[in-house]
């Protein structure tokens, strides 16, 4: 079992930046894959991007390439998402998840732990 938990959500202005960080206490995980999910009031939790193991491969989503950056630090257990330009649509729960399943990472079902989830809020 692998327990994450995120942190970094808040209210922000549009055109502003957060750090979220996903945590994973006593757990080593350098040997998993990591992503960023996020769901939206109304809608369906969709892909952010993700990271491999080593940190040597990352994916986005369309909607936030350019604006979003993940990362890792093995060392210290924690993977980060710098988000900048901050759009109104992008609020909703941020979600961090964690797997070994050797499917695609830019689908739910490729992952086996889940947070519980910071929201982020984006006035406009």
């Known amino acids: 079992q692998v327990q994450l938990v995120e942190s970094g959500g808040g209210l922000v202005q549009a055109g502003g930046s957060l750090r979220l960080s996903c945590a994973a206490p006593g757990r080593t995980i350098s040997t998993y894959n990591m992503g960023w999910f996020r769901r939206a009031p109304g809608k369906e939790r969709e892909f952010v991007t993700a990271?491999?193991?080593?940190?040597?491969?990352?994916y986005y989503a369309d909607s936030v390439k350019g604006r979003f950056t993940i990362s890792r630090d093995n060392a210290k257990n924690m993977v980060y998402l710098q988000m900048n330009s901050l759009k109104s649509e992008d609020t909703a729960v941020y979600y961090c998840?964690?797997?070994?399943?050797?499917?695609?990472?830019?689908?739910?079902?490729?992952?086996?732990?889940w947070g519980q989830g910071t929201q982020v809020t984006v006035s406009s």
């Open positions: 998840a964690a797997t070994r399943k050797l499917l695609s990472l830019r689908g739910p079902a490729g992952y086996d732990y």
């Open positions: 990271i491999t193991g080593s940190g040597g491969s990352t």
